[in-house]
């Protein structure tokens, strides 16, 4: 009775059944699907055809998940190395549980990188008096230094905050 609607349904379904987004959903919430997981071992886990996006799939299911259970990072600002991370705070949460939450972060970083990254900028002579640390929102899990890399391709960027330079070099 409606072709063009049941060929624009079965079109849907075909499409929808191409990416793996629900079924990575699924094994994060089960565990079986790491958060850091390269792209390699999504892409022998989920194949998919070319014009899919492995990253984009599990940037999307990231996001879900951390809608369920999201915790908040902060990264340095190259994505090279995640500091910490706590349980993201709930829609609706108060402005002064917000603000804990972002002290509290700022606290992960620790003082060896805020000397590390003085210490190259003025290597550099960059015009800078801050160091950038983004905080992006990430499924819970046991994130480790080396995760930077993947925090910054699947998840979602919320803020950033600055640290001023402990000194600054003329």
């Known amino acids: 009775m409606y072709p063009t ?14 990416y793996p987004v629900s079924r990575m959903l699924a094994d994060l919430a089960t565990g079986v699907l790491k958060p850091n997981s390269g792209t ?18 599990m940037s999307h299911a990231c996001r879900a998940h951390a809608d369920l259970v999201g915790a908040v990072l902060v990264t340095d600002a190259q994505l090279d190395t995640a500091f910490g991370q706590i349980s993201a705070p709930e829609d609706g949460a108060s402005s002064d549980f917000a603000e804990a939450t972002y002290r509290e972060l700022r606290t992960r970083v620790p003082a060896w990188h805020v000397a590390r990254q003085t210490m190259l900028i003025l290597a550099q002579r960059r015009v800078r008096s801050t160091i950038e640390y983004p905080i992006f929102v990430m499924p819970r899990y046991a994130y480790g230094a080396g995760d930077g890399p993947a925090v910054g391709r699947y998840g979602e960027y919320f803020l950033s905050f ?3 330079l402990p000194f600054r070099g003329n």
Not at 5 to 18: D, V
């Open 40 to 57: 390699e071992e999504l892409r022998e886990r989920y194949p998919v055809p070319d014009s899919v996006s492995i990253e984009a799939c």
């Open 5 to 18: 609607a049941m060929t624009g349904i079965a079109r849907l379904q075909r499409s929808l059944a191409e």
């Open 162 to 164: 600055n640290v001023p």
